[in-house]
């Protein structure tokens, strides 16, 4: 089964867009995205950027691995953009994108270590499927006409 270059685009940006990990800490909800943290109380969206850049010292150890997944998704977004423009190497955007996917397993873990923390790690499962879906098939036909 071929899936396009603009469906598979189209995948790795809907993986970017569904929060990455979901928190529920008591009655609030945070909601990890590749572009920033959501907090329900208060409502307030916090960049990647500003999450990395203007709070470094008191980041916990585990979610600096969310700043890495966030660079392999931006390296796998680029890949799937080069598809529809120019060529893809799909294998690049598949170890990138399942890279980014498995990133969010530490946040995951980091998360649920603390009391009353249940955390859901929802796009590192999206961005594995993905990759299953869309990008084995077509790793498979490149290597077959090789």
């Known amino acids: 089964m071929d899936h396009g270059p603009r469906r598979r685009l189209a995948a790795v940006v809907v993986a970017g867009l569904?929060?990455?990990?979901?928190?529920q800490i008591g009655a609030e909800l945070t909601l990890v995205f590749s572009f920033g943290l959501f907090n329900t109380n208060p409502p307030e969206l916090l960049s990647v950027y500003s999450y990395f850049v203007r709070f470094t010292g008191a980041l916990p150890q585990f979610i600096e691995s969310w700043g890495s997944g966030v660079l392999l998704y931006l390296v796998a977004l680029a890949s799937a953009v080069a598809g529809v423009v120019w060529r893809e190497d799909v294998r690049v955007t598949a170890l990138a994108l399942a890279g980014a996917g498995l990133t969010q397993f530490p946040v995951f873990l980091g998360f649920n270590r603390r009391l009353d923390y249940v955390a859901v790690p929802v796009g590192s499962l999206v961005m594995l499927a993905?990759?299953?879906w869309y990008y084995l098939p077509a790793i498979r036909a490149d290597t077959a006409t090789e």
């Not at 569904?18 to 928190?23: D, Q």
């Open 18 to 23: 569904v929060p990455w990990t979901v928190v």
């Open 130 to 132: 993905v990759v299953w």
